[in-house]
């Protein structure tokens, strides 16, 4: 096709198929698209391409509407074999968060509204009380997310002080966000002592200046130090801390509430353990917690109070949406069903059999293209660096290429669903896989393999 053949905007809109979109989508959405259509195809043939004709212009105008109105935020399916997947969103929340979070979408709330007095109130007290009884801290509060919570804290407390951290602490968190320089944005000085491998408490106390605000552990959420090392205990940090008579902030990352022990992985900091310490805390709400994304702060009440009334606190606030599904999830802790309705801790506390009975249905159904191996779930997300815990996966073969047409597929389904490729061999993780979630698996594999 010629430039002076290429159709007029009028031309492409009287096609047969626009007449239902002009019903539906606003006339200038129609023309914006058709123009953007006709402006590649005019660029393709300057430059000596050839152009397409009026149906395949008129395809590819349809195809762009369509991709459009498809919402680009989807479910999927996560088979990868890691938990807590940041780049899947992390933590899948429980029916009941979900039902928390969608009952007060439908309509207003008292999100800052005392029902009683019927006077204005605080949005913290949805979840506070909740937190307090959960962690026996004084007094908790919400933000965006435990970078903020960190920001929020530092600038409150530590504003043109000094805040002592061990050197083997000063850690990059996911997407290249460092501490230090979080700690710079809060007006905060940081203080490194020790070495990369060994830090003592005679470290901390020699650094204590009349400038120093307080002590901080960052708990090392997403890589394990291992060799020749020595690091200060919390206890240890606390007992320095009350000496001086200087603030002590645990940042623990993930946040955990139950005994990560008792399931065949490495001993976790819990939150009550750091309360118990007299450390303010600060974690995500979105990974081992498993609600919706935030930063949880708890602690002495003093200086929650600061916190809450400091003018950051406003800039990284949560809206209802997230304080309800929190609520709801922190909830199953205090009834004691985190097992039963947490899919974090649904996944985590899966017994191998089990995992290994849905592995072989996933087999049956796709053919002798697959076959159940043994393999390592992580927990990722930050949390517990390096611990795994033991699966079943099944494996689809077929070499390389196949392998990878096959993952697309998976990938391009209306549900898609996320496996991992290693050796040539396409490996899905049941532990990752809710089990009402089965049905969309088996579907998929008797699609391709049948």
Same mark, same amino acid.
């Given at each position: 096709?010629?430039?002076?053949?290429?159709?007029?905007?009028?031309?492409?809109?009287?096609?047969?198929?626009?007449?239902?979109?002009?019903?539906?989508?606003?006339?200038?959405?129609?023309?914006?698209?058709?123009?953007?259509?006709?402006?590649?195809?005019?660029?393709?043939?300057?430059?000596?391409?050839?152009?397409?004709?009026?149906?395949?212009?008129?395809?590819?105008?349809?195809?762009?509407?369509?991709?459009?109105?498809?919402?680009?935020?989807?479910?999927?399916?996560?088979?990868?074999?890691?938990?807590?997947?940041?780049?899947?969103?992390?933590?899948?929340?429980?029916?009941?968060?979900?039902?928390?979070?969608?009952?007060?979408?439908?309509?207003?709330?008292?999100?800052?509204?005392?029902?009683?007095?019927?006077?204005?109130?605080?949005?913290?007290?949805?979840?506070?009380?909740?937190?307090?009884?959960?962690?026996?801290?004084?007094?908790?509060?919400?933000?965006?997310?435990?970078?903020?919570?960190?920001?929020?804290?530092?600038?409150?407390?530590?504003?043109?002080?000094?805040?002592? /951290?061990?050197?083997? +602490? @000063?850690?990059? *968190?996911? #997407?290249?966000?460092?501490?230090? %320089?979080?700690?710079?944005?809060?007006?905060?000085?940081?203080?490194?002592?020790?070495?990369?491998?060994?830090?003592?408490?005679?470290?901390?106390?020699?650094?204590?200046?009349?400038?120093?605000?307080?002590?901080?552990?960052?708990?090392?959420?997403?890589?394990?130090?291992?060799?020749?090392?020595?690091?200060?205990?919390?206890?240890?940090?606390?007992?320095?801390?009350?000496?001086?008579?200087?603030?002590?902030?645990?940042?623990?990352?993930?946040?955990?509430?139950?005994?990560?022990?008792?399931?065949?992985?490495?001993?976790?900091?819990?939150?009550?353990?750091?309360?118990?310490?007299?450390?303010?805390?600060?974690?995500?709400?979105?990974?081992? /917690?498993?609600?919706? +994304? @935030?930063?949880? *702060?708890? #602690?002495?009440?003093?200086?929650? %109070?600061?916190?809450?009334?400091?003018?950051?606190?406003?800039?990284?606030?949560?809206?209802?949406?997230?304080?309800?599904?929190?609520?709801?999830?922190?909830?199953?802790?205090?009834?004691?069903?985190?097992?039963?309705?947490?899919?974090?801790?649904?996944?985590?506390?899966?017994?191998?059999?089990?995992?290994?009975?849905?592995?072989?249905?996933?087999?049956?159904?796709?053919?002798?293209?697959?076959?159940?191996?043994?393999?390592?779930?992580?927990?990722?997300?930050?949390?517990?660096?390096?611990?795994?815990?033991?699966?079943?996966?099944?494996?689809?073969?077929?070499?390389?290429?196949?392998?990878?047409?096959?993952?697309?597929?998976?990938?391009?389904?209306?549900?898609?669903?996320?496996?991992? *490729?290693?050796?040539?061999?396409?490996?899905? %993780?049941?532990?990752?896989?809710?089990?009402?979630?089965?049905?969309?698996?088996?579907?998929?594999?008797?699609?391709?393999?049948?």
């Amino acid at each position: 096709m010629s430039l002076r053949n290429l159709p007029s905007v009028d031309r492409v809109l009287s096609g047969g198929r626009f007449v239902k979109l002009a019903e539906k989508y606003p006339h200038e959405l129609l023309v914006a698209v058709i123009r953007e259509q006709l402006d590649i195809e005019r660029a393709a043939i300057t430059n000596g391409k050839t152009g397409h004709d009026l149906e395949d212009i008129i395809a590819a105008v349809l195809q762009k509407m369509d991709a459009i109105f498809t919402p680009n935020l989807r479910r999927v399916i996560n088979a990868s074999g890691v938990i807590l997947h940041t780049n899947l969103g992390r933590a899948p929340m429980s029916a009941e968060a979900i039902a928390a979070m969608d009952e007060v979408s439908h309509g207003y709330s008292n999100l800052e509204f005392e029902l009683e007095s019927g006077s204005r109130g605080s949005r913290h007290v949805h979840v506070e009380g909740l937190l307090c009884r959960l962690t026996g801290a004084e007094a908790g509060m919400i933000v965006n997310n435990n970078a903020s919570a960190v920001l929020l804290g530092l600038s409150a407390l530590a504003k043109r002080k000094e805040m002592i /951290v061990s050197r083997g +602490q @000063a850690v990059e *968190i996911g #997407g290249g966000f460092r501490i230090p %320089d979080v700690m710079q944005q809060s007006g905060a000085k940081l203080i490194e002592v020790g070495t990369t491998n060994r830090t003592y408490t005679r470290d901390f106390e020699q650094a204590i200046t009349a400038k120093t605000a307080g002590v901080m552990r960052i708990h090392s959420s997403n890589f394990k130090l291992v060799g020749f090392t020595s690091e200060v205990t919390l206890e240890e940090l606390a007992e320095v801390a009350k000496k001086h008579d200087i603030l002590l902030l645990d940042d623990v990352g993930s946040g955990c509430f139950l005994d990560t022990a008792a399931y065949g992985l490495a001993p976790e900091p819990t939150v009550q353990q750091s309360v118990k310490a007299g450390a303010l805390v600060f974690f995500s709400g979105d990974k081992l /917690v498993g609600g919706p +994304q @935030a930063g949880i *702060i708890v #602690g002495e009440k003093q200086y929650i %109070d600061r916190l809450k009334r400091h003018p950051l606190a406003r800039a990284v606030r949560v809206d209802k949406t997230r304080l309800a599904g929190l609520a709801a999830t922190l909830m199953h802790y205090l009834k004691g069903e985190a097992l039963t309705k947490i899919p974090v801790w649904r996944m985590i506390s899966m017994p191998l059999e089990d995992i290994e009975k849905r592995a072989k249905k996933w087999v049956e159904v796709a053919g002798s293209g697959a076959n159940v191996i043994s393999g390592e779930t992580m927990v990722g997300g930050g949390s517990l660096p390096g611990g795994t815990l033991t699966t079943k996966i099944v494996a689809l073969g077929g070499g390389n290429k196949a392998v990878q047409a096959l993952a697309k597929k998976l990938r391009l389904l209306p549900i898609p669903i996320i496996g991992r *490729i290693e050796k040539d061999g396409l490996l899905l %993780d049941p532990r990752t896989v809710l089990p009402e979630e089965d049905g969309i698996i088996t579907k998929a594999l008797r699609d391709f393999y049948r």
